[in-house]
């Protein structure tokens, strides 16, 4: 065992339970855009998100973790909404989708140990229709990471620890190039994605070192179904009385390690809240609940209980969530409908 400071790269290097090095929320079912950039441009309207995740209460130096992003669509058309299949069809029948681009950008910090890491990144992704309503997007996020280290945080055997002396070298930071690359395939029913993330090597301790130290990628495939099963009568009132259930699932890898897996289940009951579930293997349950106030903004919290070894020396993982539609009209405003 080299020094007490490697015991903060391993807060790092396991984030989520198994050696993941990236942000992982609960809630990424409600802002697809932080783990996937070509989510961005889905929607006609401006998407802006926050959230702040407490992991691992109870443990000293445990990680936490914020982000901010906002994406929007560029030429986009107005996304349709029909009473009817019949109606779905005929429309798609007639009149095609045209090209359209999103754009987004996403600002996250993450602190673990003596370690803090921000990333600032922008994206640009181009949606391409298809057929009927199906479009596939294609987008990169590019941008630059800065892993920070608090000495009044470090307790060292020996002064000359390599891993120590690498960042004072840089008065303790190092700044790195971030790049994730997405794909996206969706309708208005349900959508399939595909991400990679930190697809650009970065070293976190000095190759001769510890080659755990290096930044991995990270590859992430989701996908999810919306049934409503529920709809009000009232069709001048029906994005406020939809009641949509939403199964979704998130294949996880990391070279190196097993592949993970989530599986979640959302009720959305628009305009009103939102109450959801999710199973991380090996690692943790986690239910949440949101209030939506009117078509404009959602609160959400996320408790995470886990089910891993850390589950004796822990108390769960908090997460808080706001996501804000801007320019969002009632009528028109992205909800799923067919």
């Not at 095609?96 to 910090?109: E, F, N, T, Y």
């Not at 673990?112 to 990144?121: N, S, V, Y």
């Amino acid at each position: 065992m080299r020094k007490l400071l490697l015991i903060a790269i391993g807060f790092l290097l396991s984030l989520t339970g198994f050696t993941q090095q990236v942000y992982m929320f609960s809630n990424y079912t409600n802002n697809q855009y932080v783990l996937n950039p070509a989510a961005s441009g889905m929607y006609d309207y401006v998407q802006w998100n926050t959230s702040y995740r407490k992991q691992w209460s109870g443990i000293d130096g445990a990680p936490t973790s914020m982000y901010t992003s906002f994406n929007m669509a560029i030429n986009k058309q107005k996304n349709r909404h029909f009473r009817s299949k019949d109606a779905r069809h005929f429309y798609y029948k007639h009149n095609k989708h045209k090209l359209h681009h999103g754009i987004g950008a996403l600002v996250s910090q993450d602190e673990f140990g003596a370690f803090q890491k921000t990333r600032i990144q922008a994206s640009y992704g181009v949606h391409v229709p298809l057929f009927g309503p199906y479009r596939i997007s294609f987008a990169t996020r590019i941008g630059m990471g800065n892993t920070a280290l608090d000495p009044g945080k470090v307790t060292l055997k020996d002064a000359s620890d390599p891993t120590y002396t690498f960042y004072l070298a840089d008065n303790n930071k190092k700044v790195s190039f971030d790049a994730d690359f997405g794909l996206w395939f969706y309708s208005d029913k349900w959508y399939a994605g595909y991400s990679a993330l930190q697809v650009v090597p970065n070293g976190y301790t000095p190759a001769d070192v510890s080659k755990d130290g290096m930044q991995l990628s990270h590859h992430h495939v989701t996908g999810g179904y919306h049934i409503i099963v529920m709809r009000d009568r009232d069709y001048d009132d029906l994005e406020s009385r939809n009641i949509v259930v939403t199964p979704s699932a998130m294949f996880r890898y990391r070279p190196g390690t097993p592949i993970n897996v989530d599986l979640s289940a959302q009720v959305h009951f628009e305009q009103r809240g939102r109450l959801g579930f999710s199973w991380r293997m090996d690692n943790a349950m986690a239910i949440w609940a949101g209030v939506d106030l009117g078509h404009k903004m959602a609160i959400m919290y996320a408790y995470d209980i886990p089910t891993n070894t850390l589950s004796t020396i822990q108390t769960g993982s908090h997460e808080f969530s706001i996501t804000i539609n801007l320019f969002n009209g009632k009528v028109g405003s992205g909800r799923t409908r067919f």
